[in-house]
């Protein structure tokens, strides 16, 4: 099975990218924020109580965002493998899906880095901002916030990795189709 975590800040083409990784590679994409929405939507019980934390402005509890991903990869785990879309964000995160995975008797392949400057970012939030009608996406203080956010919290994350010798840092600058063609070189090396 091939697993990645495809990691990279706010704006950094990872929606892009894992379309691309989808077609490629025939994996199954699994970013959370689609899973929260789903199950949202679907009222399931992992739904109705991650909306009471959401409500509140509050993050989704570790165990409540491990149960609604363990759920999704169940339902499709005769795939050739995953994409991991905002997933892990904590390293205990990481290693409640390295448990998870073991007990299907597969692991993480790669984290894949998407490395893009900081104003970069902020150009391409903006520009997506007037397709996606995010007014989170639109306001320049809030989108170095999140930049700040991902840089404090969650980058960590890649040590977990980078400490299993799994991590890949890739240039997120320049065309689409040339940040592609970077990451199939890093998954297939």
């Not at 929405?37 to 009222?43: H, L, P, V």
């Not at 998870?100 to 391409?124: C, G, H, P, S, Y």
């Not at 996406?137 to 840089?151: C, F, T």
């Amino acid at each position: 099975m091939l697993n990645i975590v495809l990691f990279g800040p706010p704006g950094a083409g990872k929606g892009t990218q894992a379309t691309r990784l989808v077609e490629k590679y025939q994996l199954v994409h699994l970013s959370t924020g689609d899973i929260f929405r789903a199950n949202i939507k679907g009222e399931t019980e992992l739904g109705k109580l991650a909306k009471q934390y959401i409500d509140k402005g509050e993050l989704v509890p570790d165990e409540v965002t491990i149960g609604m991903l363990e759920s999704e990869v169940q339902k499709t785990e005769h795939s050739k493998g995953f994409i991991f879309d905002g997933f892990p964000r904590t390293t205990f995160q990481a290693e409640a899906l390295e448990k998870f995975l073991a007990k299907m008797q597969t692991e993480i392949t790669v984290m894949l880095a998407l490395d893009v400057n900081d104003d970069e970012l902020v150009k391409r939030i903006l520009l997506r901002s007037k397709d996606s009608g995010r007014a989170d996406d639109a306001d320049e203080s809030i989108i170095r916030n999140r930049i700040e956010v991902y840089n404090k919290h969650t980058a960590v994350v890649a040590d977990f990795y980078e400490a299993k010798n799994k991590f890949k840092k890739i240039d997120g600058m320049g065309s689409i189709d040339e940040i592609s063609e970077r990451l199939y070189k890093a998954i297939e090396a």
